[in-house]
């Protein structure tokens, strides 16, 4: 028993001539909630259907439990699929639907029986064993498709971006119960969405993936404090990317010079004088004032206010620098500044609070 | 004055009503009078003629005269008839069994092809058409016939060393009805295996079905409507075609379809030959009606 469920080592995919993952290596612990997150193409589907067993490795490993699964066919994997069409049989109702997988490997039937009414009970749908596909809700399919692949007791539970036809309620909804249904279970779940705040919510450890490539794992904590790169920053929730070069670098305290602004920063590694750096900072950790701080410690700029969006309890307030770069920062929408477009303000934070992306 | 115009506005109103639906129903009457009247001049009044036909009593010399009788039908329900429709039957179900065999996997694989290729293999199946079925019969008497293609190639072969009897037997009708009905069988199935969801086999495969139990569970079941409506498309003709029994079965197999042919060309039995295909109709339809039972295709979807 390895405390690893999942192990994917420099696995690549090319169809053609394209490369849709590139040497990803990834290892999934048992009982964890991971989401593969990143725009449409980045090869997190693919990845996932290569678990499954619907497409092969062009090259490296693949490891469920310990074993190499390669050329093994998805019937004789321990894992299961909910699909993002659901892809229930139209032909079979709810119950038949769910059973399927046991029917197919004969388990008895009075087991079937048990199995499916329990399977049907935990995604609370016991009442419409006898509906149809077509007879069904979205939610509903979605929950039968969901209970369709659990009732197979997988090692790994693999979900397709599961939620993205779902209506914004039924979503958030569903997102709590798959939770909560993971951490009863115990099972392993990977879950695919490029749905950042999805990912957020649910997961125990996010890979954020572009262009085939594996950007950062971590959990949502890391990814959203200490994105590594400009696309993870970029991606994962709202941020202001400054780009410019470092003057100063001392003890990991920089200087960066951002067209003609300097801004003061804190890496986490030390990096030479001259490279070329992008600081991301949180809308949330800067601050927007009338008149200067005495804070000698802060990073402080003077700005422009450019435009207000209202976004119910916060407002989203952008100004601009003095390069005529945009700066996005966030203001309680019951204690705006008295300021309007084109007033002179100040925007500040602490240099702590801007990550430094050498990548 | 008010009191007057009232009234008068309201029948102008009504008056515009009714100028509005009478140019409503001219308008419907040219989307759907055409039609109707094609189908009642070429469908309703041959159908109405050979029924009233069928009642009637045969002429000394093959025409129609009175009295009116239901002779002819009860004639139609003698073992001699009754056989005719049974082998007929047997014949037409073989076909579509042999064609539904050799149909699903050809569909299957034209199905599963390459989108650039799918559709010239759809034109190949089609092709046949363009040259008339009576030509494309003879060409299979040329090559089943006693000194046909195939004979002379295997005597030349050294693999038989007497020509084989391929021609006039049931099988040589069998094999002519299979190669015309085939493509009746390979659209309808194309059809329903092409528009098969292919996330749906996928599916199955993940839940533990091997190819096999995906076929049988998955793919058959959801291709059912196909496979009735081929069948159908099949069966039906396969029962009134009569010239490839003609002229693949040298007349030694009378099916209902020559049957009827005969009533009307060479025993000039009018009554008797339009009550038979009255007879055949009504089988038809009873067919049809099964298959909307069993398939619950109440527009026909699968036909068409």
């Known amino acids: 028993m390895s405390e690893t469920m999942v192990e994917l080592l420099n696995v690549m995919k090319r169809f053609d001539q394209h490369t849709v993952v590139n040497r990803l290596s990834l290892s999934i612990r048992k009982g964890e909630f991971i989401t593969l997150l990143g725009p449409s193409g980045c090869g997190k589907t693919t990845t996932l259907r290569m678990i499954a067993g619907f497409d092969e490795p062009t090259s490296g490993d693949i490891l469920l439990d310990g074993e190499p699964v390669q050329g093994r066919p998805p019937y004789e994997r321990d894992v299961n699929t909910v699909f993002q069409s659901y892809a229930l049989f139209p032909h079979l109702n709810a119950y038949d639907n769910v059973a399927f997988g046991l029917r197919v490997k004969k388990v008895p039937k009075a087991a079937i029986e048990e199995r499916v009414r329990q399977a049907l009970r935990l995604v609370q749908l016991e009442d419409y064993a006898k509906r149809k596909p077509d007879q069904l809700s979205g939610g509903q399919k979605q929950r039968i498709a969901i209970a369709r692949a659990l009732v197979n007791n997988p090692k790994v539970l693999l979900l397709d971006e599961p939620l993205g036809a779902l209506d914004q309620k039924l979503r958030k909804q569903m997102q709590v119960e798959l939770k909560h249904l993971q951490k009863q279970l115990g099972i392993t779940f990977i879950f695919v969405t490029h749905d950042q705040e999805e990912a957020l919510t649910m997961s125990d450890r996010i890979a954020v993936m572009n262009k085939g490539v594996l950007e950062q794992v971590g959990t949502p904590e890391e990814i959203y404090e200490q994105p590594a790169t400009r696309f993870v920053a970029e991606f994962i929730g709202e941020t202001n990317l400054l780009t410019g070069t470092v003057r100063l670098c001392d003890n990991r305290r920089l200087v960066v010079d951002c067209d003609g602004i300097q801004v003061a920063a804190v890496s986490r590694t030390q990096i030479p004088e001259n490279e070329k750096v992008t600081i991301a900072i949180r809308p949330e950790k800067s601050k927007l004032s009338l008149d200067p701080s005495a804070d000698a410690g802060v990073v402080q700029l003077s700005a422009r206010l450019t435009e207000r969006i209202y976004c119910g309890g916060m407002t989203k307030t952008i100004v601009s620098l003095p390069g005529g770069k945009q700066f996005v920062a966030l203001e309680k929408t019951d204690q705006l500044l008295p300021v309007v477009e084109g007033d002179e303000l100040f925007v500040s934070w602490n240099p702590e609070h801007g990550v430094v992306l050498t990548r | 004055m008010k009191s007057m115009t009232e009234p008068a506005a309201a029948n102008r109103s009504v008056a515009a009503q009714a100028k509005k639906r009478r140019k409503k129903e001219a308008s419907t009457f040219w989307t759907v009078g055409p039609v109707t009247i094609w189908m009642i001049i070429f469908f309703l009044l041959p159908l109405l003629l050979v029924l009233g036909v069928s009642f009637f009593t045969r002429s000394v010399f093959g025409g129609i005269q009175p009295p009116l009788t239901l002779e002819n039908y009860v004639r139609f329900f003698d073992p001699l008839y009754f056989k005719i429709l049974w082998i007929s039957c047997v014949l037409a179900f073989t076909t579509t069994v042999i064609c539904l065999v050799i149909g699903y996997p050809f569909a299957g694989i034209i199905a599963r092809a390459p ?190």
Do not use: C, H
Request: glycine content about 6%; cysteine-free.
């Open chain 2, 115 to 304: 989108a650039k290729y799918r559709n010239i293999l759809l034109l190949l199946i089609i092709v046949p058409f363009w040259t008339n079925s009576l030509i494309r019969t003879y060409a299979w008497i040329v090559l089943l016939r006693t000194e046909g293609v195939i004979n002379t190639v295997l005597l030349k072969l050294g693999l038989i060393d007497q020509p084989l009897e391929l021609l006039y037997n049931e099988t040589a009708v069998l094999i002519g009805l299979v190669y015309t009905m085939l493509p009746f069988m390979i659209l309808p199935l194309y059809a329903s295996i092409e528009k098969l969801d292919r996330s749906l086999l996928e599916a199955a495969a993940d839940l533990g079905a091997n190819s096999r139990q995906i076929f049988w569970r998955v793919t058959l079941p959801l291709t059912m409507p196909g496979i009735m409506a081929g069948s159908l498309l099949v069966f039906i003709p396969s029962l009134g075609l009569f010239f490839i029994p003609d002229l693949m079965g040298g007349s030694k197999t009378v099916l209902i379809g020559n049957l009827i042919k005969n009533q009307f060309l060479t025993a000039r039995d009018w009554p008797f030959g339009s009550a038979s295909s009255i007879i055949l109709m009504a089988l038809t339809l009873l067919f049809i009606t099964i298959y909307i039972f069993i398939t619950k295709d109440k527009q026909g979807k699968g036909l068409v």
